[in-house]
């Protein structure tokens, strides 16, 4: 996969949670969360809270 492919989801590659490693291609309105952010919402686990950010998006989209 290359850093500009298309992904959907959450992204690993080289780096660290805070290292700005990786190029984000957002549309207009859209917005990144920190690492720190998804481990929080995971109470500490990455995956978790990757689920749970989803959870949340998917309730917000269906809000407007």
């Given amino acids: 996969q290359s850093f500009y492919s298309r992904a959907v989801g ?3 590659w080289a ?3 805070t290292s700005d490693s990786i190029p ?3 549309s207009d309105g859209e917005f ?3 690492a720190k952010a998804v ?3 995971g109470e500490g686990d ?3 809270g990757a689920r ?3 959870r949340t998006m998917k309730r917000l989209e ?3």
């Fill in 46 to 48: 990455r995956i978790k």
């Fill in 10 to 12: 959450a992204i690993s």
């Fill in 52 to 54: 749970e950010m989803y």
């Fill in 32 to 34: 990144v969360f920190t």
């Fill in 62 to 64: 269906g809000a407007v």
């Fill in 39 to 41: 481990r929080g919402a």
């Fill in 15 to 17: 780096g660290t949670g």
């Fill in 24 to 26: 984000a291609m957002l």
